[in-house]
């Protein structure tokens, strides 16, 4: 499996793709990929160093002719989001991704495949291992935990690089240049509960929603897939009085739409007929909702061993409520950029056992204050159902520059490559761009990227041919630096 993609061209790129799949990599769990990345660097010789937060930075010298170039940071980030499908047997913590070629597109059996933002990583360790590419002097920046709150980025010092022009290899649409990204900040709703005892009038049941697309809570949200906690949220609200919940188990990354979720449930034995037909009546109207956009959606109620207890009804009903009101989604486009999402809520997570209720959501936008206001109306509806709400990894936008050297350089670039021209736009994704900006105000910064669809779950994938492009413009790119001012 892994062999066949080590022999797709371009071999530099997939073979350093192949060796990085090879190492466990979640967020915050990256001691292996750092002590990878470091072995690498002085493999070859070059100056090699971790920061205090993690960070791993390799600079190369500028190659013959080229020392006058201005200098150039190369950054992608080290982890990766750990997505599997249910029925899929992996172990994210000691097995390497496995992958195959389907087509164009290199995919992954099960699981996340990676290319966010492997390919970028990958990408920078062939610049760096090449004796043949021209290229300005160079720092390879390895970031860490860019998927779970960018502190990677956050923690790095200014003053450390010493480039003055960005290349972030993490945008996953090869014709397009990136310009800006929207900022976030993680919603934690978190509350407690008595568990109340059930008589043995109950019978139990289990709710299961499963088969959703999910994919990246920011790139795909504008999609309008389901949500696997707001659509089980639905059928909760719409089995009414007669439920009792004792367990939800739903989605798991803040930056991932949610794709499976599972409920817990009893329900009164003379309840059982009007209740499932409750049920039945909004499944019905779900899946006809999401015909088109989601045909793998499921959604089956089963029986199943009585819980002992439950959530308190008064409880029980706030919640679903303040769920049912939680926006999810699309919140503002934006008048300024045509077809660009400006502000959105994910409701990433929900889980509600053991007397403890917890609610994680990620809001992101590219307007601060928009960004704050939808997290105001968020509060406020979670405070009043009764739940202590925190804010937390708070991170900026990256304010677009249009007037951009580097972009200038590399607008011209594509269209003398490719005979098109290339969309230059600011996207709904976190980049790192934003934050690296703070304390180095003034780097010119880019970002670009081979095309890859359904990132952040098990349906990710990387274009072949588009790697090939895209290598080609990394290439043509580096040799075209400006001079040092």
Known sequence: MNDTVRQLEPQVI???????????????KEEEVIAFMKSFGEGLGLETFEDAVGNVIIRKPATPGMENRT???MQSHLDMVHQKNNDTDFDFATQGIEMYVDGDWVR???????ADNGLGVATIMAVLASDSIAHPAIEGLFTIDEETGMTGAMGLKGGLLQGKILLNLDTEEDDEIGVGCAGGVDITASGSYRPMPLSDLYAGFTIHVKGLQGGHSGMDIHKGLGNANKLMNRLLYAMGDYVRIAKIDGGSLRNAIPRESTAQIAIAADAKAEVMARFEAEKQAILTEFKSL????????????????AIDPATQKALINA??????????????????????????????ADGKIHIGCLTRSSVESSKADLSNALRANFENAGLEVGLSGDYPGWAPNMDSPILKVME?????????????????????CGILGQNYPGMDM?????????????DERASISSVQKYWSYVLETLKRIPENA
């Open 71 to 73: 200098p150039v940071v």
């Open 108 to 114: 992954a059996r099960g699981t996340t495949l990676g």
């Open 294 to 309: 989601e045909p793998s959606l499921t959604l089956e109620v089963k029986e199943a061993k009585a819980p002992a207890d």
């Open 412 to 432: 011209s670039l594509y269209t003398e490559l490719f005979d098109a021209q290339p969309h230059v736009a600011a996207c709904h994704a976190g980049l790192e």
């Open 14 to 28: 997939w073979k350093h793709f192949a060796d990085l799949n090879a190492v466990p990599r979640a967020s915050k």
């Open 446 to 458: 880019i970002s670009f990227g081979p095309t890859i669809k359904g990132a952040h779950s098990p």
């Open 323 to 352: 769920l049912y009101a939680a926006h999810n989604g699309v919140y503002r486009m934006s008048p300024a950029i045509a077809d660009l999402v400006e502000t959105s809520n994910n409701i990433a997570r929900v889980l509600v």
